[in-house]
């Protein structure tokens, strides 16, 4: 039978007129919270756009957690 298993990933933002700065949380299902930042500056000569400055911030922090991600499952694939 197949077995279906999720993650549960959340996004927080802190935003001023020219930065966008991400947190993200990834709780596994071993327990295991992994945390990423990331962050963007919007140029001034740039249109005020949050949600794009959001994308990057936000996509920054999850490729944060990714390379986590990748640490965690190496250490564990060597540990069998």
Known sequence: MQQV???HVEV???EDE???RAAALLRLRDGTEL???GQATRDPRDAD???IGEELA???A???IGQ???VKAGAEVQNL
């Open 35 to 37: 945390r990423g930042r």
């Open 5 to 7: 298993a999720g993650w």
């Open 18 to 20: 020219t930065h966008t």
């Open 49 to 51: 756009e949050r949600r």
């Open 68 to 70: 986590q991600l990748l």
């Open 12 to 14: 927080e933002f802190a």
């Open 62 to 64: 999850l490729l944060d």
């Open 58 to 60: 936000g996509g920054r």
